[in-house]
């Protein structure tokens, strides 16, 4: 046993860690056992000493890598932040003022309110719904004059009109996440959704482009208008009930759980449109696609919209979770939308230093032309196909991707897998050439044998 | 206006950050603004230099009150845990096993396994929620034989077998969380609810006792019986449906945001067999009852049940938020209860220090014997009714809570409010005889004027 991983990646005291932690948590998801305090730029360290060039970052997470210099010199600073954690819409620290006009600087334009306060990008959605259905529920159903009484008293019973039957439309293979009003909106993989209740929601389908581009622009165009048709079907039918119930729709610029499934700009434009014209609220769910890793802050700023998205939800790379909306989506009432936390204040320190070293470092810049280069580079390499990408958030297609992202892993280079058969990168904004040359080395040796 | 509110609380400098992040937040939840490095023990200083004992501590989420200076000693070894934010169920850190184990220490009687990957509280009860549901399924929907095919293909349609109609049974003045799954059993107050949409999940009354205990003993035993046989009949109706849909039950020891609301150790032991004998999932949220303030570190641990709970959820306090449970809850399959995150290890660095402090300082027993006296003193003040409590968990009724608590915030006392006319104290552990003799005087002054 000890023998036939000796060489394996992870080694013999990464499957110790792992099988210690199976007593007490569910270890089958761990892919590795990371040493953190070794682990440097692109390399993550395993438990094990091994060397990885980490092209998956913790599901996307590391804007800056591992251990970076200009982040652990202003470590005193953050005491007070850590040692007690703040109720942050109640007792707010006195510097909270700045670190939220700090947050406005990267504001997707048109948007200028934030909600900071959910602990993870599930959290973030949960509550951007909750600011769409509230908005829906004053623009509209106000009209049938209920009584305060009725729809209070309806409400503590979970019954209509205080809670009422709306909805949000999402697209099929979209990833939303997994509590219980996030999941009735994520289509990615059935293995999310099984045993657990769902709201009845509406879906449509998201464009499924085919690739190389050049060669299906017609059957692409093709479908992308069967799929904007769809969502005006979908949203007229809704219109012409008694009582619309569709409030919200959101979508993700690049769906990544559920394949890397890319739509040209005038898709979200069109759908935008629909929104604004039926009255719904257009939700861009940028939680694995913000932060840069396309080549723009916001992925949804490639899309150059007529009108901005109404809420622009976030996590991941951002450190904190939440949403960028307008005061239009302010709720009614204090403490509608709300939790004791409303986020974590040493994390919202750490995301001020990170957006600092992006906008000195020039690394959305760097990233867009790594990602160009990468990208052609990868189009050139055979045996793997549908090569897609946006910044250095790229993707392609192999036969087995559990197979080759293990095969990759043995290499040193750590992956991650989307979809039926996808593999996706989404390395920190501080991967560069060599680090590309690496991959595609890697890359090239694990696709010819 | 500036003379005005030159001597109130918030102050000048507090109402000018507060206009300042009503501009991009919603800040009518603002009660006061901090000053964290100037805060010490159980005083919090405020932007404007007011120094006030503080007996809410940021909504019942500091164990160990301001900048404790055993906690600031040992802030470098937190580095690494705070400058990049691990995927901690896919690649944790080489510590992360040890980190498992010093949970553990606290784990309630009869739990093992420990899910620490939710961002709040209500992410908390929404995962236990699904670990409940896939538990559930598993044990009674499962013997159906619906084809792997057919849940696999109802659940892309949020529809039935693969997304059931199950439900979690929760009580009447129960306050679960704001997610859209928590909501459902969320029933303290309508402002938390109307205009979202909601699971038509059952609830049952919880017993509302008559104070003081002495005086009502036969009409409060009528009144849990009472209680217990509602819970025994929603549950016995369930059975006998073609399909039961009820997997979990969930109840607060103390119902704190639904107003300080007791109930005696039999009538959670009942619940408890209840639970067991229609095969119903027993969750004991302890998000605000938790480490410590009751006097007992888990406020379960006062009822000596049978049985240990299935699930207990915590938050607040913990700095982290999660369950513990038994393996028999881990889901079926990876990745059916995941996020990106599943935590922050920073948070669990500090919890364990705090953990440690906890146990060095003797703080529990400490509480425990603080909140006797004090409950005891409070019962002699005139003007105040329905005293109760646990530990210095404890609340008391008076005409109208909000202009008490603003009074006392002018005396440079933080109190929380809950209920229709409740007071909350919600103190850290280190609250001493010396904070509750000035909170006992400044109570009197307040109540006599």
């Given at each position: 046993?000890?023998?036939?991983?000796?060489?394996?990646?992870?080694?013999?005291?990464?499957?110790?860690?792992?099988?210690?932690?199976?007593?007490?948590?569910?270890?089958?998801t761990?892919r590795?056992?990371?040493?953190?305090?070794?682990?440097?730029?692109?390399?993550?360290?395993?438990?094990?000493?091994?060397?990885?060039?980490?092209v998956y970052c913790n599901i996307a997470s590391?804007?800056?890598?591992?251990?970076?210099?200009?982040?652990?010199?202003?470590?005193?600073?953050?005491?007070?932040?850590?040692?007690?954690?703040?109720?942050?819409?109640?007792?707010?620290?006195?510097?909270?003022?700045?670190?939220?006009?700090?947050?406005?600087?990267?504001?997707?334009?048109?948007?200028?309110?934030?909600?900071?306060?959910?602990?993870?990008g599930?959290?973030?959605?949960?509550?951007?719904?909750?600011?769409?259905?509230?908005?829906?529920?004053?623009?509209?159903?106000?009209?049938?004059?209920?009584?305060?009484?009725?729809?209070?008293?309806?409400?503590?019973?979970?019954?209509?009109?205080?809670?009422?039957?709306?909805?949000?439309?999402?697209f099929d293979k979209a990833f939303h996440g997994r509590?219980?009003?996030?999941?009735?909106?994520t289509r990615s993989r059935p293995i999310h959704k099984?045993?657990?209740?769902?709201?009845?929601?509406?879906?449509?389908?998201f464009?499924m482009l085919?690739y190389?581009?050049?060669?299906?622009?017609?059957?692409?165009?093709?479908?992308?208008?069967?799929?904007?048709?769809?969502?005006?079907?979908?949203?007229?039918?809704?219109?012409?009930?008694?009582?619309?119930?569709?409030?919200?729709?959101?979508?993700e610029p690049i769906q990544g759980e559920g394949g890397d499934n890319h739509a040209?700009?005038?898709?979200?434009?069109?759908?935008?449109?629909?929104?604004?014209?039926?009255?719904?609220?257009?939700?861009?769910d940028?939680v694995q696609t913000?932060?840069?890793s396309t080549?723009?802050?916001?992925a949804?700023?490639?899309?150059?919209?007529?009108?901005?998205?109404?809420?622009?939800?976030?996590?991941k790379?951002?450190?904190?979770?939440?949403?960028?909306?307008?005061?239009?989506?302010?709720?009614?009432?204090?403490?509608?939308?709300?939790?004791?936390?409303?986020?974590?204040?040493?994390?919202?320190?750490?995301?001020?230093?990170?957006?600092?070293?992006?906008?000195?470092?020039?690394?959305?810049?760097?990233?867009?032309?790594?990602?160009?280069?990468?990208?052609?580079?990868l189009?050139?390499?055979?045996?793997i196909k549908n090569v897609r990408g946006q910044?250095t958030f790229i993707a392609f297609d192999v036969k087995d991707n559990n197979k080759f992202t293990e095969?990759m892993l043995?290499?040193?280079?750590l992956l991650g897998t989307c979809g039926e058969n996808s593999v996706r990168l989404r390395p920190?904004?501080?991967?560069?050439?060599?680090?590309?040359?690496?991959?595609?080395?890697?890359i090239?040796?694990?696709?010819?044998?």
């Amino acid at each position: 046993m000890i023998n036939e991983v000796r060489n394996r990646i992870p080694g013999n005291l990464s499957r110790l860690a792992m099988s210690a932690i199976n007593k007490r948590q569910d270890a089958r998801t761990i892919r590795l056992v990371s040493n953190l305090e070794k682990s440097h730029g692109n390399y993550l360290v395993d438990a094990d000493n091994n060397k990885i060039l980490d092209v998956y970052c913790n599901i996307a997470s590391l804007p800056l890598g591992y251990n970076h210099p200009k982040l652990l010199q202003n470590a005193e600073k953050f005491l007070p932040y850590l040692i007690q954690r703040s109720s942050l819409a109640v007792i707010p620290p006195n510097s909270w003022v700045n670190k939220i006009e700090k947050l406005m600087s990267i504001a997707p334009k048109g948007l200028d309110y934030i909600h900071t306060g959910c602990g993870c990008g599930s959290g973030a959605n949960e509550n951007a719904f909750k600011a769409a259905f509230i908005n829906f529920f004053n623009k509209n159903l106000a009209s049938y004059k209920f009584s305060e009484e009725k729809i209070y008293s309806s409400a503590m019973e979970n019954s209509f009109p205080g809670s009422p039957d709306l909805s949000i439309l999402s697209f099929d293979k979209a990833f939303h996440g997994r509590t219980l009003g996030c999941l009735s909106t994520t289509r990615s993989r059935p293995i999310h959704k099984i045993n657990i209740p769902a709201f009845k929601w509406p879906k449509a389908d998201f464009p499924m482009l085919r690739y190389p581009l050049e060669e299906f622009e017609y059957e692409n165009i093709l479908e992308v208008s069967r799929c904007v048709s769809q969502v005006n079907d979908i949203l007229h039918k809704d219109r012409q009930k008694k009582r619309p119930t569709i409030a919200g729709m959101i979508v993700e610029p690049i769906q990544g759980e559920g394949g890397d499934n890319h739509a040209p700009a005038n898709f979200f434009k069109e759908i935008r449109n629909l929104a604004k014209h039926y009255g719904v609220s257009f939700m861009v769910d940028e939680v694995q696609t913000g932060v840069g890793s396309t080549g723009k802050f916001w992925a949804h700023e490639h899309w150059n919209l007529d009108t901005p998205p109404d809420i622009v939800s976030f996590a991941k790379k951002m450190q904190i979770s939440g949403y960028f909306t307008t005061k239009e989506y302010e709720p009614t009432h204090p403490f509608q939308i709300f939790n004791t936390w409303m986020g974590d204040p040493v994390r919202i320190l750490l995301l001020e230093q990170i957006l600092e070293i992006i906008e000195e470092d020039k690394l959305i810049k760097k990233t867009a032309e790594i990602g160009r280069n990468l990208l052609d580079e990868l189009m050139q390499i055979k045996n793997i196909k549908n090569v897609r990408g946006q910044g250095t958030f790229i993707a392609f297609d192999v036969k087995d991707n559990n197979k080759f992202t293990e095969k990759m892993l043995q290499e040193k280079v750590l992956l991650g897998t989307c979809g039926e058969n996808s593999v996706r990168l989404r390395p920190s904004l501080i991967f560069n050439e060599e680090h590309s040359e690496l991959l595609l080395t890697k890359i090239k040796l694990c696709t010819l044998t």
